[in-house]
């Protein structure tokens, strides 16, 4: 990674909000499902996932679907939400302080593969925890997936951003925590990161210069 860096584009999940996918499948297995491996997993899953991400399909499309998959009918979209929502833990302390610094100084993008549902929880949260209208003030652009009909790792997402934003991707760095993503990024000719446990965005920008 150079350090001729002017644009960051920083993945969502696990790089500036906490969460985990066992939370989900630990919860979709309390509601009775067993089959949950099946079709939920951090590495691959259902297509309904994929479609949900990319807005094809509405929230009240991807319950019933979830009610399809899991062979559990009977199930509310109360219970199907909370299941859905439980991966999502929250943004750690000095992480939106991080992202208004490093705003002054880069040119900041957010990139994120996510869904109806998750949205309005997470922006529920935001303005519950921090007083925020959602993370537009951290960032020049967001692009949220089902927003935008495409989702990572497909390379027309990452074309979109660096395009609509004239980015030389030799002067951008993309941080994801999935290595699929850093992929196509890297192909793209896109400076890359790969966020691991217990790295933090706050450890890789202390000794960022």
């Known amino acids: 990674m150079n350090k001729d860096i002017k644009n960051i584009i ?10 985990d ?3 989900t499948q630990a919860a979709f297995e309390a509601l009775g499902i067993k089959n949950v491996e099946e079709f939920y997993a951090h590495k691959g899953h259902d297509p309904l996932f994929d479609e949900f991400e990319k807005g094809n399909i509405t929230a ?3 319950r019933d679907g979830i009610r399809k998959v899991s062979q559990h009918p009977e199930l ?3 219970q199907i939400d909370d299941a859905w929502n439980s991966l999502l833990i929250g943004v750690p302390d000095g992480n939106h302080e991080l992202l208004l610094a490093l705003k002054q100084n880069y040119r900041t993008f957010l990139l994120s593969n996510i869904n109806e549902i998750h949205l309005a929880y997470i922006n529920k949260y935001l303005k519950e925890t ?3 209208d959602g993370n537009e003030g951290f960032f020049e652009k967001i692009y949220y997936s089902h927003l935008v009909g495409k989702r990572k790792p497909n390379h027309d997402i990452f074309e979109q951003v660096l395009a609509e934003n004239e980015l030389n991707p ?3 760095l993309f941080i ?3 290595p699929q993503h850093l992929k196509t990024a890297e192909e793209l000719g896109i400076q890359t990161y790969l966020m691991t446990y ?6 890789l920008f202390s000794s960022f210069s």
């Open 198 to 203: 217990p790295d933090t965005i706050q450890q």
């Open 176 to 178: 994801d925590d999935s």
């Open 76 to 78: 509310t979209d109360q």
């Open 10 to 19: 920083f993945d969502y999940g696990n790089v500036i909000f906490k969460i």
């Open 170 to 172: 030799a002067e951008t």
């Open 130 to 132: 921090f007083g925020l």
């Open 21 to 23: 996918f066992k939370r």
């Open 60 to 62: 009240a499309e991807f």
